[in-house]
């Protein structure tokens, strides 16, 4: 069975400073490593993802995530935070390839609450 | 070019009642996943479809069912609505050929309330 956990229900920072979300995960193998944002009332919308190479992933909005394969985890970073960065982020698996045609399911965390404050 | 659409935007039933959701995925897309997400949870998988036949389930009850359309839309039916259903229905949707297929879109979600 795969897993994440957002350890965190809300982050809290200034406008300026530099903001870090926290996941870890479990999953047999490689995992494919994701993280979204949700504004309130919407769908969630892609970040940045993991597949393989470099541990430094950079993605939408400024945003970057380092994998760690020895500690597991994958947490979300953003040097200098915006107050329109504040919105809900999801960290997410899945093990990789194929399975009958679709790929193999994504599964979420719980989700970790950012407030930037000005 | 669409994003992924989700009919109706809210919806409210009452327990017992059925219900069914609608999902048209992203131009070029073939495989539609269902989420429930909860109140301050993050969204679970429900199920998968492709090619028109349901690929993969989480741990939903029997209850929950789906379709998908030859044109790849894709419906979730719920029978016998309890108020632990209460949820936003996440439509995602995603391509599974070689490239790029780890990536899923999202519609805006169907708000369901039982009552």
């Known amino acids: 069975a795969q897993s994440v956990a957002q350890p965190e229900d809300q982050v809290n920072v200034a406008e300026g400073n530099p903001l870090t979300v926290k996941c870890t995960y479990s999953v047999s193998g490689n995992p494919y490593l994701f993280w979204y944002v949700q504004y309130p009332n919407r769908g969630l919308q892609f970040l940045l993802k993991?597949?393989?190479?470099?541990?430094l992933v950079k993605g939408s909005y400024g945003f970057e995530a380092e994998f760690n394969k020895s500690q597991t985890s994958f947490h979300l970073k953003k040097p200098s935070a915006l107050v329109s960065d504040s919105a809900l982020y999801f960290c997410?698996?899945?093990?990789?390839?194929?399975?009958?045609?679709?790929?193999?399911?994504?599964?979420f965390g719980i989700g970790t609450k950012l407030q930037v404050i000005p | 070019d669409a994003g992924v659409t989700q009919s109706p935007t809210h919806l409210i039933k009452t327990r017992g009642q059925q219900v069914t959701l609608r999902c048209s995925p992203k131009?070029?897309?073939?495989?539609v996943s269902w989420y429930q997400q909860a109140l301050g949870q993050g969204p679970q998988f429900i199920f998968q479809?492709?090619?028109?036949?349901?690929?993969q389930r989480g741990n939903f009850p029997d209850r929950f069912s789906g379709h998908q359309f030859p044109n790849y839309s894709s419906e979730l039916n719920v029978n016998a609505l309890l108020l632990g259903d209460s949820a936003l229905y996440l439509c995602?949707?995603?391509?599974?050929?070689?490239?790029?297929?780890?990536?899923?879109?999202f519609g805006s979600g169907t708000q369901l309330s039982v009552l």
């Open positions: 131009s070029g897309h073939d495989t």
């Open positions: 995602a949707s995603s391509f599974a050929g070689i490239t790029d297929n780890e990536k899923l879109f």
């Open positions: 993991y597949i393989t190479g470099d541990n």
């Open positions: 479809y492709y090619e028109e036949e349901e690929r």
């Open positions: 997410a698996v899945r093990v990789p390839g194929l399975i009958s045609g679709g790929y193999q399911k994504v599964t």
